[in-house]
């Protein structure tokens, strides 16, 4: 590996830390925008950064080191996801560190230190997030370890660079497979990114709330961290989608000039992608938390009938 | 109210629809609450006066109201000592208003439930703000309360524990869940965090003044209380408001609802997480409240009704504007209203949601808009029209099953026929004055107001002195029946349905903290 390889690293990881919080301000117009509301501006997200990052941080007093670390643990943990996840180029360092079920890991891991500081403050809240968190995050995974199993089949390894080089680089066709794991792999992505219909990022209702219900005793920075880590989750696995099902224009090498020609169409897909999250937000009503099981169980078969394709019909 | 089995001497009472009231010893009025009920009467609300000043003790009122009209029980104590029978087993809704009447006046009901319901240690305990001796005090501190919520026992049962302070700019409230995973076994409220004491306040306010603060009590009803308000003043002077200027009320009365029912119908499509339908209510709602502005100069129509009728009088164009308007509301409304049936998440999330079924809801004696959801038929608009109603036909909107969903065709219901309302009033209005004059001093004595607010029946109870100046004035927000009942649809249901449960409901705090 050169130093170049790894200024592209450092490049692919600094657009993901740039691009997650525009993407998000870019979903909440086209929310806005479906909705019939004037929009927020683009750049909110970056704003209330900014603010989140200047005021002093409020910490419960019976609040243990857990709960301190956590924002840390999870950002970073979503900051090596970035790396791992071939957003701009294949062939980089990181990439060959960690496969794809290193990288389910890895979002484990953010889960259960999140979980874990929730429940750390011992409010009813934070333990009945933590507890719901759990239930979808069970019921989530599993669906997702199936879907990458599916694209790990077609190219025959777990290891994401490989399995994006064989999809972008394989021979025109419909593989039936693909189309079963996208559809669930788009169910586990709203499931996992706290998005209708299964949560509700906009939700001020403490009592319905999931992901937020695990957070609301965070304040400044930490809290800042959070949320540019959910933002970078959904950046993540945007990009992982991007890579799996539209494997298009990502650069093969590890040269800078070609991740920044790859940046571009990057851009759009996400564009693109936003657009139908906000357009499937719109359209749909939050389920009932009992649904939930129904909606990510369907994923998992979904997924796992893409995996069944594939063994049966070898595409 | 047919009293024949009940042996009282009524005496006429100035109300805006038939009313009595009558003295009941002691022992009698447990015995003709009961009487009452079986005769289909409901319990609209129930205060206690202190007339140790007078040298009569105290006087603990109960008004009921049956189909031909309102009936006014008083039972004189001799002292503050005195208890009286506990109301609850007849009308369970007395329970908490027994409470509050203990916290403010120091009459105790003899009920077994002695916790506070309004005194949150912001005065003495043993210190009544209702009572004629009562002085405040700068220098107290607020205190600590040690409030005794019921537990339920039993293995993996928790407690979850809501508000007063909330995620959102909402109204405070503390809900006591006790749980088994997402499952509600209980649910206790406790309210009176936003107790202002405005019963207090009406004795010392000059009565000139009096109106603005009965607008102030609850802002999203405030037409509701300054019409409410208005009638028993106008009872207790002898006042009759001329037509126009009743037309005029009832035409800012049903602006009120149009209003509310848009924002809540939108405010439960949000919290079902269809963020579209708030959207679209909200911009709906905001039309008829700049409607408002232009028409009675306030986008809520504060202070537009005043004793002896209402403060300025719309312009034409302004009315026909109104009138073009609803018509636009209606389709949109429609248009609206179709998505909501037909968006199978949102129908999910609405049917067999916190159900109150019909007889349950007689049992507490639920009132107003929620009662009509749980197959109740009382509206005041229809049951007792006065100028204009009578003109108008009004239908009484009312649905069985008791959901979530039957509150909102309910809000549908209401909101095209108050459109319709709007559009019969504008065309009918008649001519002439928008308001007669009030004598500059009230003579002695005793009057009620009650108006159907889009809650539900709205109903001050008010006394003078023989000063001119306000005795007692006691208001009262329909949600004071309907709050418990909110207890009862969350039973069974999950946490997170809750929230969409009290929308459905949406109650009022300041109304009935006071």
Not at chain 1, 102 to 118: C, K, P, Q, T
Not at chain 2, 59 to 73: E, F, N, P
Not at chain 2, 109 to 128: K, S
């Amino acid at each position: 590996m050169t130093a170049t390889a790894y200024l592209s690293q450092v490049l692919q990881v600094a657009v993901a830390l740039a691009l997650a919080p525009i993407l998000v301000g870019w979903i909440n117009q086209c929310r806005a925008w479906l909705q019939g509301r004037r929009a927020p501006p683009l750049m909110l997200p970056y704003r209330t950064l900014r603010k989140l990052f200047v005021k002093d941080a409020v910490i419960a007093t019976n609040a243990s080191p857990v709960f301190r670390l956590a924002p840390y643990v999870v950002f970073g943990a979503m900051c090596c996801a970035a790396a791992i996840v071939p957003s701009l180029a294949t062939d980089l360092p990181f990439a060959r560190a960690a496969d794809a079920i290193a990288l389910v890991g890895l979002f484990a891991l953010a889960r259960v230190f999140i979980a874990l500081a929730a429940m750390d403050i011992g409010t009813a809240f934070g333990s009945m997030g933590a507890r719901r968190e759990m239930f979808v995050g069970f019921l989530a995974e599993p669906a997702l370890l199936m879907v990458l199993f599916t694209a790990s089949l077609i190219s025959g390894s777990t290891s994401l660079p490989a399995i994006v080089d064989a999809l972008a680089h394989r021979d025109f066709g419909i593989y039936p497979s693909l189309a079963f794991a996208g559809v669930a792999f788009t169910m586990v992505s709203l499931a996992e990114n706290a998005r209708i219909p299964v949560d509700n990022p906009a939700t001020h209702l403490e009592l319905t709330m999931i992901h937020e219900a695990m957070v609301l005793e965070y304040s400044a920075r930490h809290l800042a961290l959070i949320e540019w880590s959910a933002a970078l989750k959904l950046f993540n696995y945007s990009c992982i989608g991007l890579a799996l099902f539209l494997p298009f224009g990502i650069a093969d090498g590890s040269d800078w000039r070609a991740l920044v020609g790859a940046a571009p169409l990057l851009i759009a897909k996400l564009a693109a992608g936003g657009a139908a999250l906000a357009l499937i937000e719109t359209l749909s009503a939050k389920l009932r938390i009992f649904r939930a099981p129904e909606f990510l169980g369907t994923a998992f078969l979904l997924a796992v009938l893409g995996m069944l394709v594939n063994l049966l019909l070898g595409s | 109210m047919k009293l024949g089995a009940l042996r009282l001497v009524p005496a006429p009472l100035a109300a805006p629809m038939p009313a009595q009231r009558a003295r009941v010893g002691s022992g009698e009025l447990l015995s003709a609450c009961r009487v009452a009920r079986e005769a289909g009467a409901e319990l609209v609300a129930l205060w206690v006066t202190d007339d140790s000043d007078r040298g009569e003790g105290f006087c603990v009122r109960v008004l009921l109201r049956a189909d031909d009209g309102l009936l006014l029980l008083e039972h004189r104590l001799p002292d503050a000592s005195s208890r009286y029978p506990d109301l609850a087993s007849v009308f369970p809704s007395a329970a908490r208003m027994q409470r509050a009447a203990f916290d403010l006046t120091g009459i105790a009901a003899q009920a077994d439930d002695d916790r506070p319901w309004l005194w949150m240690a912001a005065w003495p305990i043993d210190r009544f703000p209702l009572r004629r001796d009562f002085a405040a005090s700068p220098s107290w501190q607020p205190g600590d309360e040690d409030y005794r919520f019921v537990r339920v026992e039993g293995e993996g049962v928790h407690e979850i524990a809501v508000g007063p302070v909330h995620a959102g700019t909402i109204e405070p409230g503390h809900f006591r869940f006790q749980v088994v995973g997402e499952k509600v076994l209980r649910l206790e409220e406790r309210l009176g965090f936003t107790h202002k004491g405005i019963e207090k306040r009406f004795t010392t306010l000059p009565i000139a003044e009096a109106p603005r603060l009965a607008g102030r009590i609850c802002g999203d009803s405030t037409v509701a209380y300054a019409f409410a308000f208005a009638q028993a003043l106008e009872g207790l002077a002898g006042v009759a408001p001329p037509p126009r200027a009743l037309w005029l009320r009832a035409l800012a009365l049903e602006r009120e609802r149009i209003a509310n029912h848009l924002g809540d119908l939108g405010a439960l499509g949000n919290d079902a997480g269809l963020a579209f339908g708030l959207a679209q209510f909200s911009r709906l709602r905001e039309d008829v409240l700049r409607g408002n502005r232009a028409a009675f100069g306030h986008r809520l129509a504060m202070d537009f009704v005043v004793p002896g009728g209402v403060a300025r009088d719309p312009a034409d164009a302004q009315l026909s504007a109104m009138r073009d308007e609803g018509t636009r509301i209606a389709d949109d409304a429609r248009a609206l209203r179709t998505i909501y049936d037909e968006h199978a998440g949102v129908q999910d999330r609405f049917r067999t949601c916190g159900r109150v079924a019909p007889d349950l809801a007689r049992m507490l004696g639920m009132t107003g808009l929620a009662a009509r959801a749980s197959g109740g038929t009382r509206d005041l608009r229809a049951d007792f029209p006065g100028v204009p109603y009578a003109a108008l036909d009004v239908r009484a909107m009312h649905r069985e099953q008791g959901d979530v969903a039957a509150r909102v065709a309910v809000r549908f219901d209401e909101l095209f026929e108050s459109l319709r309302l709007v559009g019969a009033i504008v065309d009918a209005l008649p001519p002439g004055a928008i308001a007669a004059t009030m004598p500059p001093r009230l003579p002695a004595g005793l009057a009620l107001g009650s108006v159907e607010g889009w809650r539900g029946p709205v109903t001050f109870a008010v006394e003078t002195g023989t000063d001119g100046a306000i005795r007692r004035c006691h208001p009262h927000d329909p949600s004071w029946q309907n709050w418990p009942a909110v207890e009862h649809a969350a039973l069974g249901n999950i946490v997170p349905d809750f929230p969409l449960i009290n929308k459905s409901f949406n109650l009022a705090y300041s109304g009935h903290d006071l």
